[in-house]
């Protein structure tokens, strides 16, 4: 069972998270936001070979894919999704469904001239 600790140990975990600022954390979201940015660069690759009607929906629909694929990385090899202090795979599939909902939207508003 956890217990409280009111002796502050709150202090002594910020004080530990202060002095790693430099560590593998930025490391870390450098190497996932790299790799998500990889294949949403892929994504868009792949929907520019389409014909232009179809180019919206052909992304919003990769996007879904690779928002998948990064959910099941998430879910077999990333640990818990909270409390986490860098980005992880949980976040890379979040966005990927953030990006392909914008698209969805901006095609459903003709944003792309469609």
Not at 58 to 80: C, D, E, K, N, R
């Amino acid at each position: 069972m956890a217990t409280f600790d009111l002796r502050g140990g709150h202090r002594h975990v910020s004080r530990l998270r202060h002095g790693r600022r430099g560590g593998p954390g930025q490391a870390t979201d450098g190497a996932v936001l790299g790799r998500w940015i990889l294949s949403a660069a892929l994504c868009v690759t792949l929907a520019a070979l389409c014909p232009s009607p179809a180019l919206p929906w052909v992304l919003a629909v990769l996007l879904s894919l690779s928002g998948f694929v990064w959910l099941g990385l998430a879910i077999t090899q990333a640990g818990p999704p909270a409390n986490t202090p860098h980005l992880t795979a949980w976040d890379a599939a979040l966005l990927s469904f953030a990006a392909s909902f914008g698209v969805q939207s901006a095609a459903r508003l003709g944003l792309f001239g469609g």
